[in-house]
């Protein structure tokens, strides 16, 4: 049986705090590196939190990978693991900004990354939509990547589907509410045969965008395998079943930050 080790940085990030959530995120993968994980999610928009754009702005986003990006890199290579990280990235040419999942594989290497293509008006109006929708190769595993709204109809999941994709990973912001989930996650893996592992977020960062109750989720044949919430940031680990494709565990591992 091969078997795969996967850590979700279930994260509170800091609105703004761009220095402050990329330390934040340092430690949880150091946290994930003790755990023994192969592979390693953080949420969508966990340097910046979601609502960023309105209170610092988007003039300090470079094209990636910038300094603080590489040192990552080294972090990753040191404790060799795939990890798939939410970061924002400008285009050098056109100066686009977009909301990228950059997949970093255990040399330290950035070997592919996703933007998102399902952009939503108001708060994500800062970002241009992806146009590439292709799997990552991670070791041999076809990873089709899909950024929080990415998953709410089967469009974009489709399409890595029929591409080769083997698996769905998908950072999320998406907390409960009258927009919350509802069943969007467990359809997709009954619309694609894919499973999904789904690594949201937690915090608050105004009365009515609370993430405390956000589900960080497993789910495989239209069913939750495993779900997680929590009040802050956690480390959520799990066994995985590359050959069944399917979980080994019971319940996350939960170490708190």
């Given at each position: 049986?091969?078997?795969?080790?996967?850590?979700l940085l279930?994260?509170?990030p800091?609105?703004?705090d761009v220095d402050g959530?990329?330390?934040l995120v340092e430690s949880a993968l150091a946290v994930a590196a003790e755990q023994g994980a192969d592979w390693v999610v953080t949420p969508e928009l966990c340097i910046t939190g979601y609502l960023f754009a309105d209170k610092i702005g988007t003039d300090w986003i470079l094209p990636q990978p910038d300094p603080w990006m590489k040192d990552l890199c080294q972090q990753v290579k040191q404790s060799p693991m795939t990890v798939f990280l939410s970061h924002p990235d400008r285009n050098p040419q056109t100066q686009e900004l977009y909301n990228t999942i950059f997949v970093i594989d255990p040399t330290g290497t950035i070997i592919g990354q996703h933007s998102k293509i399902k952009t939503l008006r108001g708060p994500e109006a800062w970002s241009s939509p992806g146009t590439e929708c292709i799997p990552v190769n991670c070791n041999g595993i076809d990873v089709g990547i899909l950024?929080?709204?990415d998953s709410y109809k089967n469009d974009v999941p489709q399409l890595l589907k029929d591409q080769g994709a083997d698996i769905l990973v998908s950072p999320a912001s998406w907390g409960p509410g009258g927009c919350g989930p509802d069943g969007e996650w467990e359809q997709r893996t009954l619309d694609t045969g894919l499973p999904i592992?789904?690594?949201n977020r937690s915090g608050v960062e105004r009365d009515d965008l609370d993430f405390r109750e956000a589900e960080s989720v497993v789910a495989r044949n239209g069913e939750r395998l495993l779900t997680?919430?929590?009040a802050s940031s956690v480390v959520l680990t799990f066994d995985w079943d590359l050959d069944n494709m399917t979980t080994m565990s019971q319940d996350f591992e939960r170490i708190y930050l």
């Open positions: 049986m091969r078997k795969l080790r996967i850590s279930h994260l509170a800091v609105l703004g959530n990329r330390k950024v929080c709204a592992i789904v690594c997680a919430t929590s």
